[in-house]
């Protein structure tokens, strides 16, 4: 993580926990068949204003014959700590991981709309509201606890993320298709271990390690748990 961030004594307003927004990550690759329409479907539900959409584009389809160019090994490696937290017999694609708890094949609409619905109504427990603002070429970032909870030790992750990409795709289980990919994730990068208490830190510039339409900052427990609050700051 970055060691070097500053604390500030102030806490900030943002939205709580209990309202939103609801966290989706979705696993997913140019080079799988049955991706698109869990790609077109995280499209839809970016536009929910209560929705954090994020597409992860893992990078173990490539062999196929396409090389994704938005795929990493990191994005690959944050799937395989979540098959570890969540004790799964294996990861797959589409892979949708709703709050850091919930697993859910992406590209099943009416299942997904229902888990994200239940989520809208479930007691959402302690929690944590995030701002991020920009401060020149720094940023600003709030944390405030909200209810009853130990939340110390959880880990902070500041994602950049682009708001649409089309490619042409010549080769592998897509070859000779137009893909539209929505939310797709350029960089994530760790920002350090929160203590729990209402607090601003100085975010430099350089966490910011590629160019993005949008950034967005979780704050997950400690093991790829549960994610206790996020916020978004658009760039464009």
Not at 58 to 74: A, C, H, Q
Not at 158 to 186: C, I, K
Not at 199 to 205: A, E, F, L, M
Request: some cysteine; aromatic content about 8%.
């Amino acid at each position: 993580g970055l060691a070097g961030l500053a604390p500030f004594a102030r806490p900030g307003k943002a939205q709580t926990r209990a309202t939103g927004p609801i966290v989706l990550e979705l696993f997913t690759s140019q080079g799988c068949s049955s991706c698109p329409p869990a790609d077109r479907l995280l499209g839809e539900l970016a536009m929910e204003p209560d929705v954090i959409a994020l597409a992860y584009h893992v990078d173990y389809w490539n062999y196929i014959g396409w090389e994704d160019p938005f795929s990493s090994k990191e994005m690959s490696d944050r799937q395989r700590r979540y098959g570890h937290a969540m004790r799964l017999s294996s990861i797959y694609t589409p892979q949708l991981v709703i709050d850091g708890e919930i697993d859910v094949v992406g590209s099943r609409r009416s299942r997904v709309l229902d888990a994200i619905e239940q989520r809208r109504n479930a007691n959402p427990g302690p929690g944590v509201t995030v701002a991020l603002t920009q401060s020149g070429e720094d940023f600003t970032l709030t944390l405030a606890p909200v209810g009853d909870g130990d939340m110390s030790g959880a880990q902070m992750l500041l994602v950049g993320s682009d708001e649409r990409h089309v490619t042409e795709v010549p080769r592998g289980e897509n070859r000779g298709r137009t893909l539209e990919d929505f939310a797709v994730v350029r960089f994530y990068t760790p920002l350090g271990t929160w203590d729990g208490k209402a607090t601003q830190y100085r975010v430099p510039g350089s966490a910011v390690t590629a160019e993005s339409d949008r950034l967005s900052v979780l704050v997950q427990a400690k093991g790829h748990g549960r994610i206790f609050g996020a916020g978004t700051l658009d760039l464009k």
